[in-house]
């Protein structure tokens, strides 16, 4: 009886278990314990067999006086709790690096990689083959080939239903998870071996070293397992996504699926999937990532289909604004609003307002009326969960947007509607305030808690105050480049109080006075943010977090803007990367 292998564990592997649970308690949800419970119990089931066949012909032996005493099937407890330390490490790491990633945008389409599908299967059938071979000749090469020959039809299984989607995944979804946690197990066995903890007999391995300590054969282990504990993890998000992309395919999905569900999402052929949705959820991921780096970030908190509707929500507003703002005259821009609004009457004219991609009148008004870039945001939208109201409240922002224009006759008669303050909050809670609101409709919609009717609505209301905020935050740094396009947000009264006009803004946004009334518009944000802040903690728990991070990345841009020589990118203060990932970290602790 010994304590050295235990000690191995103390020293070395429960360790980064700690540091990594520590490191993603905020992130983690009841899924991601359902999926990690998953995995484990299918890692100790199946390598359970294995390995006591791999001790009971000695091909490894652990000496008496390194383990505790108790075995299951001949295995000491020291190695069992091995396969449940490692599948826990390896899919933490999985699911923090994995986090920012949107798995509905990595779908893989009908054009598929046929080629690397097919090599996959071919190596991976030579591996097997190979493995058995060595099993079948036995002495040097039989632990190798028991690694191959046991590992490797759960590979095959796992590329042959995965691989696809795998293949799409960023490097740092797939190899980072699994070469950072095998290069270290390298590490810890190249010392154990070296120490005596375990032993692998001279008989049934080759003796080649991959370094000095560590056998090749031990070096395969590693790297193999980790690969299969990540397939394995890429399979279960591979059928989340599926489940939670297609609510034609699969309308009503549990918080926690079943395992019979999760197989029947993997056997769905690829042909059934809307490519249409995909292609317009890939567009979508791509405008948030482009035009707003903080609720980018801030929508990776988000989980499940909430966060796949927050997306589409978000694109087809972007869409609506730019189809308006970037149109070449006042009148073209006011045709846009008209037909707008007239989607939106189509889309609302059902009383159950179906989703707008599989109404016919719908659809086709959309395929006449808009270019093809934004037609599947619009198609996307999902109004059958959101109330009308907001939408066309919306509109009617971006109507007030266009009254900034320039007289025919002289520049001097340019009309700036945003007179008083009043106007002002008129304004923010058109364009801001309304899409808070239906941020929250959604999360409603969304989440497995329940609340009272009246309870909503005041965090609604509370929603569109925090709106409100935020766009007061956006127009404080946007001032030098609304300038640029004859905007001036700052109401007019504000200005006179400091001798000025909008056109001395237009002229020169940087002027004497301007940071004094950024400074007044801040302080407006952050009291209405004071105001509204409390209603976060009443959400919904799976949603409190989330939220928090999304308010909190984007009111840092309000503190940055509050500090001498913040920095400006493209005509706007930014807040530095590390930055923004300390306000998120802080903000998701907060709860």
């Not at 490097?171 to 390298?186: E, K, Q």
């Not at 569900?261 to 059934?272: E, K, N, P």
Request: one cysteine or more.
């Amino acid at each position: 009886m010994g304590f050295e292998y235990a000690l191995v564990h103390l020293k070395y592997t429960i360790p980064p278990g700690v540091a990594l649970t520590l490191l993603y308690q905020p992130f983690l949800s009841r899924l991601d314990v359902y999926k990690i419970a998953f995995l484990i119990s299918i890692a100790v089931v199946s390598t359970i067999p294995w390995d006591s066949y791999l001790i009971r012909r000695k091909v490894w032996t652990y000496p008496p006086h390194v383990i505790i005493g108790p075995t299951l099937f001949d295995i000491p407890a020291e190695e069992v709790f091995f396969f449940i330390i490692q599948t826990y490490n390896t899919s933490l790491l999985y699911l923090f690096l994995s986090k920012p990633t949107f798995h509905p945008a990595y779908l893989p389409s009908q054009k598929h990689q046929t080629a690397q599908w097919n090599l996959g299967h071919a190596i991976l059938a030579i591996l097997i083959t190979g493995g058995g071979c060595l099993v079948w000749r036995g002495n040097e090469g039989t632990y190798l080939g028991l690694i191959l020959a046991w590992a490797g039809p759960f590979a095959l299984l796992l590329w042959s239903l995965s691989s696809r989607f795998l293949l799409k995944l960023p490097y740092t979804s797939t190899v980072a998870p699994i070469a950072i946690p095998t290069v270290y197990l390298w590490i810890v066995d190249t010392l154990t071996l070296k120490r005596g903890t375990w032993t692998i007999e001279s008989g049934t391995k080759f003796g080649v070293h991959l370094w000095d300590g560590l056998e090749i054969e031990e070096a395969v282990f590693f790297l193999t397992t980790n690969i299969l504990i990540v397939l394995g993890l890429v399979a279960f998000d591979h059928a989340m996504t599926i489940l939670l992309t297609f609510p034609k395919l699969f309308p009503r999905v549990p918080e926690l699926p079943s395992p019979v569900m999760l197989v029947q999402a993997l056997l769905t052929d690829v042909s059934d999937y809307d490519e249409d949705r995909i292609i317009g959820i890939q567009q979508a991921v791509q405008r948030l990532k482009k035009k707003s780096r903080s609720f980018y970030l801030a929508s990776s908190t988000f989980s499940g289909r909430l966060r796949i509707d927050l997306i589409l929500l978000y694109s087809f507003c972007r869409v609506a604004d730019d189809l308006v703002d970037n149109s070449s005259t006042d009148t073209e821009a006011r045709k846009w609003i008209v037909k707008l609004t007239h989607y939106l009457d189509k889309a609302y004219a059902s009383k159950e307002a179906r989703i707008v991609s599989k109404e016919p009148s719908v659809h086709a008004y959309i395929t006449e009326n808009f270019p093809d870039s934004a037609r599947p945001a619009l198609r996307l939208l999902p109004t059958h969960l959101l109330s009308f109201g907001p939408l066309y409240e919306l509109l009617e922002g971006f109507k007030m947007d266009l009254e900034f224009h320039e007289n025919d006759f002289s520049k001097a008669l340019r009309t700036f509607p945003i007179e008083e303050e009043h106007d002002l909050e008129v304004y923010a809670a058109r364009v801001a305030g309304t899409v808070a609101e239906l941020c929250l409709e959604l999360v409603f919609f969304h989440s497995y808690t329940a609340t009272t009717g009246a309870h909503r609505d005041h965090l609604v209301r509370a929603g569109g105050r925090m709106g409100v905020a935020l766009q007061y935050v956006n127009i404080a740094r946007d001032i030098a480049t609304d300038a640029a396009i004859g905007r001036v947000y700052l109401p007019t009264s504000w200005l006179k109080s400091e001798g000025l006009a909008p056109q001395d803004i237009l002229e020169n946004p940087d002027r004497r006075g301007i940071e004094m009334l950024r400074g007044r518009l801040l302080d407006k944000a952050f009291g209405v943010y004071r105001e509204a802040i409390g209603a976060i903690s009443q959400l919904p728990v799976d949603a409190r977090a989330p939220m928090r991070v999304a308010v909190e990345s984007y009111m840092e841009i309000g503190r940055v803007l509050r500090e001498k020589g913040y920095k400006v990118k493209e005509g706007k203060a930014t807040v530095p990367k590390l930055r923004r990932l300390k306000v998120a970290w802080k903000a998701l602790n907060a709860g």
